[in-house]
């Protein structure tokens, strides 16, 4: 066996005189490792950027939350026994301007301690501790909604305030969650002033803690909830500062990341067409080796040296490309990312990435590499028109380990890997459909008659023909199309769900903090504006799951999957008779005039998440008061009609003893939408006012953001299946080379040889399109049902369009890739076969 060196001299020498041929298996490889990269250097990036903000995203190394009511004093103590002590309130409220315009806006108060961590940024620079007394910090959408500046005074409840500032960056404004207005900034003393806070009022208090550099915050929690039992608060620490906004972006990231691997892999099925097509072109090369004595095993290491030069170039670009993208996204993005991820290199991304370029390259160029072993060197004299030879086990076992590698790889790093398994299965399973349908049509097109016109019977012949690309050619158009059909049932079905979330009768607001006492003013406010209103209120509390079933929610390890119901305080309600929108598919309801235990009823898919049965218990903490109530029906609900509904709904009477107010929907028509928008907020100074225009362009912008990312990955998989659809054609050129001079000898003419070539992919793309319609469909009702939960329907007009558009850019390019065909000289084509 010659050296390495030597080998690679060989190797470089010839690379460098004819490189070109590998230029598909260097652009695939640079397409499918940049978008791994990139995806995965993206998600590290946010993540990072969260882990290492920790403190100052929560506000403090570990936050007590509380609904509906402030800490004690002996929880105030504790608070500052372990360390320095933040306290905030947040809550809806209406601000309102000196013309009478009022706007939603979420207003916090905060203590002198504010911000424990991070500061708190003006336009005129930077500030601790809260306004100055009677000021306020306003957020820049509202002063420029409402047209207000520093120096004007703003009304929020019953106190005016003049505002001191506009707010250039908040510094625990992610860990805050969402928000449906801008914010607005006092002092805690002034909160009193406003009288939002009246008994029942739905609002937060925040008590955010810095502790002692040695202090583990998560025992902390553990000691002071130990403390205080039925305090009811929910505990936060540094380590995962927005935790929906990490698992949002950890899941949209590997969702992304497989949408690359599948992109991936379809670059490796042009690899094979890349090195098949080089190696064809380099077969008096080969042949020549082996008649100076060369053997098999040497030939296909000299070749196999310039495929992994040239793959670990083309990896290398990739990842470096990758490393910079985050950067580039953060900029072109700006606020629609959580946090800008600044510029760094993560290891591991990077790694995962060129694993999965190298183990691919590695699959798809193995075989073509090693057909060539077992071809003499007279056979590869004669390539042009004898089988290119066969694979031996060895090369079989070592594809097949690159693919369990890869499988392996995806699932190990997965945060989910049953979701991971899924989807490669899936991905398999199509590629699988569409191998076997290339070896159904060549079957199928050497057992049919003969047509009696030239071109159809050369047409026909082209597919199943010694040598043909048929295979090749049916998995590139087959992808191609499939996906083009996926992307446009996920947007159009997207698109769908945001219109029909809106009903023809939308409420045209929600109404927070309705006092029990004036809901029949606040009806005939509505109806005097709208005779024709339609208004449906419900009593609203907040509180937080603490036992179901018998466990204890604080003493679970790990909270079971879906049980999001779990995390934090939820709304709560109760109501004699079955809300609006809701489905009883399990237990019966109680009757209007119960008086009897506490009883409870489930959003079925809460319940299944749950464990639950009909008669197991579960309690909940209002106001620091834990109640028990025991499960007495589960139900669907139709949350997207813009109703009223909850989770848990209780039975009459449950919550007597706890201070709370109502919640309405009011639907009215345009003109009484203008005066109440108004008059409401005068009327009742503590109740928060939610437009549903403004609910739906902040539902229309995140779910248009999440399917152009979702476009942008699957693009670059389109991409790469144009790049195997070119590659099957370049691999089979040198064969459709000899055709094309064949006929012309024969007296075909360039027009009769187009014809034929486009009859070819014009069948295939017809058969194609099919498949491709149903495949692709499939795909996108995953996506939009499982990842999404959406209701899956596409537009038929749409997705069909894009079908057609798609099996004419693949005919075109076909066409395009067979014009070099026509502009073959017989005398020179013969003297090089």
């Known amino acids: 066996m010659l050296p390495l060196a030597t080998l690679w001299r060989i190797a470089r020498r010839d690379l460098a005189t004819r490189i070109r041929g590998l230029r598909l298996l260097a652009v695939c490889l640079f397409l499918g490792v940049a978008t791994l990269a990139a995806i995965g250097s993206l998600t590290r990036g946010i993540t990072?950027?969260?882990?290492?903000?920790?403190?100052?995203?929560?506000?403090?190394?570990?936050?007590?939350?509380?609904?509906?009511?402030?800490?004690?004093?002996?929880?105030?103590?504790?608070?500052?026994?372990?360390?320095?002590?933040?306290?905030?309130?947040?809550?809806?409220?209406?601000?309102?301007?000196?013309?009478?315009?009022?706007?939603?806006?979420?207003?916090?108060?905060?203590?002198?301690?504010?911000?424990?961590y991070g500061t708190m940024r003006l336009d005129s620079g930077a500030r601790r501790g809260p306004p100055p007394p009677g000021g306020i910090w306003i957020g820049k959408d509202l002063s420029s909604r409402l047209?207000?500046?520093?120096?004007?005074?703003?009304?929020?409840?019953?106190?005016?305030?003049?505002?001191?500032?506009?707010?250039?960056?908040?510094?625990?404004?992610?860990?805050?969650?969402?928000?449906?207005?801008?914010?607005?900034?006092?002092?805690?003393?002034?909160?009193?002033?406003?009288?939002?806070?009246?008994?029942?009022?739905?609002?937060?208090?925040?008590?955010?803690?810095?502790?002692?550099?040695?202090?583990?915050?998560?025992?902390?929690?553990?000691?002071?909830?130990?403390?205080?039992?039925?305090?009811?608060?929910?505990?936060?620490?540094?380590?995962?500062?927005?935790?929906?906004?990490?698992?949002?972006?950890?899941?949209?990231?590997?969702?992304?990341?497989?949408?690359?691997?599948?992109?991936?892999?379809?670059?490796?099925?042009?690899?094979?067409?890349?090195?098949?097509?080089?190696?064809?072109?380099?077969?008096?090369?080969?042949?020549?080796?082996?008649?100076?004595?060369?053997?098999?095993?040497?030939?296909?290491?000299?070749?196999?040296?310039?495929?992994?030069?040239?793959?670990?170039?083309?990896?290398?670009?990739?990842?470096?490309?990758?490393?910079?993208?985050?950067?580039?996204?953060?900029?072109?993005a700006g606020d629609v990312l959580p946090v800008r991820p600044g510029f760094a290199l993560y290891p591991l991304p990077l790694a995962v990435s060129a694993a999965y370029g190298l183990l691919i390259a590695v699959a798809f160029a193995l075989p073509p590499l090693s057909a060539t072993r077992h071809v003499p060197a007279a056979g590869l004299y004669r390539a042009t028109v004898d089988s290119a030879g066969r694979i031996d086990r060895r090369t079989l076992v070592a594809v097949a380990a690159a693919f369990a590698a890869i499988v392996t790889l995806a699932v190990a790093t997965a945060r989910e890997p049953l979701f991971a398994l899924g989807f490669i299965a899936a991905a398999v399973g199509?590629?699988?459909?569409?191998?076997?349908?290339?070896?159904?049509?060549?079957?199928?097109?050497?057992?049919?008659?003969?047509?009696?016109?030239?071109?159809?019977?050369l047409a026909l012949a082209n597919l199943h023909r010694p040598g043909a690309a048929t295979g090749a050619?049916?998995?590139?158009?087959?992808?191609?199309?499939?996906?083009?059909?996926?992307?446009?049932?996920?947007?159009?079905?997207?698109?769908?769900?945001?219109?029909?979330?809106?009903?023809?009768?939308?409420?045209?607001?929600?109404?927070?903090?309705?006092?029990?006492?004036?809901?029949?003013?606040?009806?005939?406010?509505?109806?005097?504006?709208?005779?024709?209103?339609?208004?449906?209120?419900?009593?609203?509390?907040?509180?937080?799951?603490?036992?179901?079933?018998?466990?204890?929610?604080?003493?679970?390890?790990?909270?079971?999957?879906?049980?999001?119901?779990?995390?934090?305080?939820?709304?709560?309600?109760?109501?004699?008779?079955?809300?609006?929108?809701?489905?009883?598919?399990g237990g019966t309801w109680w009757s209007s005039d119960y008086k009897g235990p506490s009883l409870v009823s489930v959003e079925q898919e809460v319940a299944t998440s749950l464990g639950l049965k009909l008669g197991d218990t579960l309690s909940v903490n209002v106001l620091g008061v834990e109640v028990q109530a025991k499960v007495a029906s589960f139900r669907t609900v139709e949350w997207d009609n813009f109703g009223l509904?909850?989770?848990?709904?209780?039975?009459?009477?449950?919550?007597?003893?706890?201070?709370?107010?109502?919640?309405?929907?009011?639907?009215?028509?345009?003109?009484?939408?203008?005066?109440?928008?108004?008059?409401?907020?005068?009327?009742?100074?503590?109740?928060?006012?939610?437009?549903?225009?403004?609910?739906?362009?902040?539902?229309?912008?995140?779910?248009?953001?999440?399917?152009?990312?979702?476009?942008?990955?699957?693009?670059?998989?389109?991409?790469?299946?144009?790049?195997?659809?070119?590659?099957?054609?370049?691999?089979?050129?040198?064969r459709r080379v000899y055709d094309s001079v064949i006929l012309k000898l024969l007296g075909a003419t360039r027009g009769q040889i187009l014809g034929a070539q486009g009859l070819e992919y014009a069948v295939l793309a017809s058969i194609l399109a099919l498949l491709a319609l149903g495949l692709g469909l499939a795909g996108a009702w995953y996506v939009?049902?499982?990842?999404?939960?959406?209701s899956f329907a596409p537009d038929p007009l749409i997705v069909g369009a894009t079908l057609i558009g798609g099996a004419g850019l693949s005919f075109l390019i076909g066409i395009a890739g067979s014009w070099p065909l026509l502009s073959a000289k017989p005398a020179q084509a013969l003297r090089s076969l």
């Open 473 to 585: 050619l049916v998995v590139a158009l087959g992808l191609g199309l499939t996906l083009f059909v996926t992307l446009a049932a996920i947007q159009t079905s997207i698109t769908a769900e945001i219109a029909r979330t809106v009903p023809q009768r939308a409420p045209s607001f929600f109404v927070l903090d309705v006092p029990r006492d004036g809901v029949e003013r606040f009806r005939a406010l509505v109806t005097g504006a709208d005779r024709q209103a339609q208004i449906n209120m419900i009593p609203a509390l907040r509180g937080s799951v603490t036992e179901f079933r018998g466990q204890r929610v604080d003493e679970l390890a790990e909270l079971p999957e879906g049980a999001w119901v779990l995390r934090g305080d939820r709304g709560l309600t109760y109501s004699p008779a079955l809300p609006n929108g809701s489905e009883l598919v």
């Open 645 to 734: 509904n909850y989770v848990l709904v209780f039975s009459p009477g449950t919550f007597d003893a706890a201070p709370h107010n109502m919640v309405a929907t009011v639907a009215v028509g345009p003109k009484a939408e203008t005066d109440l928008a108004r008059s409401i907020p005068r009327a009742f100074p503590s109740a928060s006012l939610i437009q549903v225009r403004d609910v739906v362009s902040q539902v229309t912008t995140l779910l248009t953001q999440m399917s152009q990312a979702i476009a942008a990955a699957a693009s670059i998989a389109i991409l790469a299946g144009i790049a195997v659809l070119i590659g099957a054609i370049a691999a089979s050129r040198e």
């Open 430 to 457: 199509l590629l699988i459909v569409l191998v076997g349908l290339g070896w159904f049509v060549r079957r199928t097109a050497s057992r049919v008659p003969r047509p009696r016109r030239p071109l159809l019977r």
């Open 784 to 790: 939009v049902t499982q990842l999404f939960d959406f």
């Open 147 to 332: 047209d207000l500046k520093v120096g004007d005074r703003v009304k929020f409840g019953e106190k005016p305030f003049l505002i001191d500032g506009v707010i250039a960056e908040e510094p625990d404004r992610l860990g805050e969650g969402f928000t449906l207005g801008p914010v607005a900034i006092i002092g805690l003393a002034d909160l009193p002033a406003t009288q939002l806070i009246q008994p029942g009022s739905l609002y937060e208090s925040k008590y955010r803690v810095r502790l002692p550099g040695d202090a583990n915050p998560e025992a902390v929690g553990k000691r002071l909830t130990a403390e205080f039992p039925d305090a009811g608060w929910d505990v936060t620490d540094r380590s995962n500062g927005a935790p929906g906004t990490r698992r949002f972006i950890e899941r949209m990231g590997q969702f992304l990341s497989l949408v690359g691997l599948a992109a991936l892999v379809i670059a490796g099925i042009g690899v094979g067409n890349g090195v098949a097509s080089y190696l064809a072109g380099k077969r008096p090369g080969l042949a020549t080796l082996k008649v100076l004595g060369a053997d098999s095993g040497t030939v296909a290491r000299i070749y196999g040296l310039q495929i992994l030069a040239v793959a670990a170039i083309s990896i290398v670009l990739g990842l470096a490309v990758g490393a910079l993208m985050p950067s580039a996204i953060g900029w072109i």
């Open 48 to 116: 990072s950027e969260l882990e290492v903000r920790g403190q100052t995203i929560l506000g403090g190394d570990i936050e007590f939350s509380l609904p509906q009511r402030q800490a004690t004093a002996a929880e105030m103590a504790a608070f500052r026994r372990t360390g320095a002590a933040s306290a905030t309130v947040r809550l809806r409220a209406m601000a309102n301007d000196p013309d009478g315009d009022a706007l939603l806006s979420e207003l916090k108060a905060v203590d002198g301690a504010y911000p424990l």
